[in-house]
């Protein structure tokens, strides 16, 4: 008996994919809206999935190039989506100082303190000019937490640092951009009116938000303050604690001196914020949990046409094959195996759309990893999910005409010409 309802099951599957087949050739410009309302709905599900995907690992990645317990003193980070109200809560924190740096750096549990500030400027190298340039200032400990390698010369001491000295440092683009096939080593730049000896070029790590992508020139954290003519107080410090401490206990002890340098007693919040790298990831995942509902409403329209679409076509096909199901009625069919072929039907179409989607979307996904810095990778999990919805999109729009159709009286639908 289960056997040969299975194979009944199996049959009726089988007639019904066979019949919307026939159907998508008889009405292919009916067809066609049903499918491509599907096929955009999974195509921006799969893109928009492979991209996020893409974007969260660049941002794991740029993290731990900083290495597993490192984390961030800003001056101030709530983290997640702001929205500024006009109160400007950052107005009552003062700027990081580089004393705090210094002391901070004699703690015990502390391995390395990097405090880092940035602009944009113009780069000239005799007469070569590249206008839009990251100049990043550092202090001499940036190479601990930057990744990458010094392709060419070396890095700036902490002597050279605390003095001021007009040392650069040029990414690999940026030296190739400016001195093509000569030796950027012991060449000059201009960086707003001050003259820069090169001392070494910089092969960054690759990431999605600069790095080997951007042209970028580093210098020392006190150079850059002393020439750059910046003064926005938005410093911040990359700490890295020593192999033998803890990451918690290394915060207790920075949040406690910086506590105590600040002058805030007992109860007082801080005035500074504090951000591991776990913290930095759910608040990125936060904005990303933004693009994801932006991308299920994007996908939800796709999918709301063609099953606009579907209702279309089903009722169409349900009203020209009325004489059909009358006789398969007259020969005992019942209004479940009636109902469950036009859903078969209907789930068929909107599978044919998600299947033409995930190839549509699978091609962007190339396109936008070999043809941009997003890595971009199609989650295994999401082609069930759009495929699923596909099939779940037939299935739910499709029931109204198979209701119709399985509710059929036998003996009006013999009559019907």
Not at 176 to 204: M, N
Not at 390 to 411: C, E, K, N
Request: overall charge neutral; charged content about 15%.
């Amino acid at each position: 008996m289960t056997s040969s309802r299975s194979t009944s099951v199996l049959t009726t599957l089988t007639e019904g994919v066979g019949i919307a087949l026939d159907s998508l050739r008889a009405s292919k410009m009916r067809a066609a809206l049903t499918i491509l309302g599907v096929a955009i709905g999974v195509m921006v599900v799969m893109a928009m999935a492979a991209a996020i995907k893409g974007i969260n690992r660049s941002i794991e990645d740029i993290l731990q190039q900083t290495g597993p317990k490192t984390f961030y003193v800003f001056r101030y980070w709530s983290g997640g989506i702001q929205v500024d109200n006009g109160d400007a809560p950052w107005r009552r924190n003062p700027p990081i100082k580089q004393e705090e740096a210094i002391l901070l750096r004699q703690l015990p549990t502390v391995d390395a303190v990097v405090i880092n500030e940035g602009a944009n400027a113009a780069v000239q190298a005799g007469t070569e000019t590249e206008e839009t340039v990251h100049v990043d200032g550092n202090s001499a400990a940036w190479t601990a937490v930057s990744g990458g390698d010094m392709a060419e010369g070396r890095s700036y001491t902490a002597v050279e640092d605390a003095s001021g000295d007009k040392i650069v440092i040029l990414n690999q683009k940026l030296a190739a951009r400016l001195f093509s096939q000569l030796d950027p080593v012991g060449q000059h730049v201009k960086i707003r009116g001050q003259e820069y000896t090169v001392i070494g070029v910089y092969a960054p790590p690759p990431n999605l938000f600069g790095g080997g992508n951007d042209y970028q020139v580093i210098m020392p954290w006190v150079t850059f303050h002393r020439y750059m003519g910046v003064n926005w107080g938005w410093a911040n410090l990359m700490i890295v604690p020593t192999q033998v401490a803890t990451l918690d206990g290394t915060i207790d002890d920075v949040t406690a001196t910086l506590r105590r340098l600040r002058g805030l007693r007992p109860g007082q919040d801080n005035t500074f914020s504090i951000a591991t790298q776990d913290k930095i990831l759910d608040s990125w995942n936060q904005l990303t949990g933004v693009f994801f509902v932006v991308m299920i409403a994007l996908s939800g329209v796709g999918l709301m046409v063609g099953g606009v679409g579907v209702v279309a076509v089903m009722m169409i096909s349900v009203t020209e094959r009325t004489r059909e199901i009358g006789v398969r009625k007259a020969l005992g069919a019942t209004q479940g195996e009636i109902l469950w072929q036009f859903l078969v039907e209907a789930a068929t179409l909107t599978l044919i759309g998600g299947a033409i989607g995930m190839l549509l979307g699978g091609g962007l996904t190339y396109a936008v990893s070999h043809l941009t810095p997003i890595p971009a990778q199609v989650p295994p999990l999401s082609i069930a999910v759009a495929l699923a919805a596909s099939v779940l999109t037939g299935v739910v729009f499709g029931i109204v005409p198979a209701q119709r159709a399985a509710r059929m009286d036998p003996v009006e639908a013999l009559r019907y010409e």
